[in-house]
């Protein structure tokens, strides 16, 4: 992707990637789900993985939990919520809202030999949107370090997190 960014009479030349947000979710009164845990790495060996949990009202992932690998040659497949998992191996409570957010995770795919560790570059990277969207959540980059079969890899994630705060 590039382009430009005009502001004034000064014009900025940008060129980068971007992937599009489309989220589909259970959102009527009777629906169980509380939130969601989605997670998109990348590897330095140029595989990929995107995967979510989503939970229930009692913090039950649900089996429509699911996700995509893609592997070097940008071949992808889908991910079952059988073939990943998603632990959180710390916490963060958030001074503003009294969240709290899951805060490092070990992403494991065994069909795809990925044992990962998932570490955000800072903390606090809640977002309180109340006044537009109504909701509080935690999305942030995050530093990624593992194996992915023998060999090491590092990389680097997005993730978010929805339904701690209530």
């Not at 509380?34 to 995107?50: A, P, R, V, Y």
């Not at 959540?137 to 990624?144: K, Q």
Request: aromatic share 14%; hydrophobic share 30%.
């Amino acid at each position: 992707m590039e382009g430009d960014i005009v502001f004034g009479d000064e014009i900025e030349h940008f060129t980068g990637s971007a992937w599009m947000d489309r989220e589909f979710g259970t959102w009527t009164p009777t629906d169980r789900q509380k939130g969601w845990d989605w997670f998109s790495i990348q590897l330095d060996n140029n595989c990929e993985i995107m995967c979510y949990q989503l939970r229930d009202s009692e913090n039950n992932v649900s089996p429509f939990s699911s996700g995509t690998f893609v592997n070097e040659h940008g071949e992808f497949e889908p991910l079952s919520h059988e073939d990943f998992s998603i632990e959180p191996t710390g916490f963060w409570k958030s001074p503003n809202t009294n969240a709290t957010y899951p805060s490092s995770w070990k992403v494991k795919s065994e069909k795809f030999g990925l044992d990962l560790t998932v570490v955000p570059v800072m903390q606090d990277q809640e977002l309180d949107t109340r006044g537009t969207t109504m909701i509080v959540y935690w999305e942030g980059a995050c530093e990624v370090e593992g194996k992915a079969g023998e060999a090491d890899v590092k990389g680097r994630a997005y993730v978010e997190l929805v339904g701690y705060d209530r």
